[in-house]
């Protein structure tokens, strides 16, 4: 029980948090922006099964590695693509943390 609403919590919560906060004048626009986000579980979509509760999405999904975790923490750096860095980064979190609670 825990575990899902850490994961969506996070999912939904902290870019919320992170958007009021740091993007006051155009919160709703950072928050879209991060929640979308979540389109890098589409590689889900190439895993069999496309759903296992008792898979770690870490390492496992390609948009998921450790390759495309440096990347997105390399968009922070640029102020044009920080709220997407952002969106990725917490998305990332909200995984590490569903893996954690596996």
């Given at each position: ?7 969506y ?15 006051k004048?155009?919160?709703v ?15 889900h ?5 496309v ?14 590695s ?17 709220i997407?860095?952002l ?16």
């Amino acid at each position: 029980m825990l575990q899902p609403i850490a994961h969506y919590g996070i999912h939904f919560g902290l870019p919320l948090a992170v958007a009021l906060v740091l993007y006051k004048k155009y919160w709703v626009k950072a928050y879209i922006i991060m929640v979308l986000g979540m389109l890098i579980d589409f590689d889900h979509l190439l895993a069999n099964p496309v759903f296992d509760p008792n898979r770690c999405s870490i390492s496992f999904h390609p948009l998921h590695s450790c390759y495309a975790i440096v990347v997105y923490v390399l968009l922070l750096i640029p102020k044009k693509t920080r709220i997407i860095g952002l969106g990725l980064v917490i998305h990332i979190i909200a995984d590490l943390v569903d893996c954690s609670l596996m």
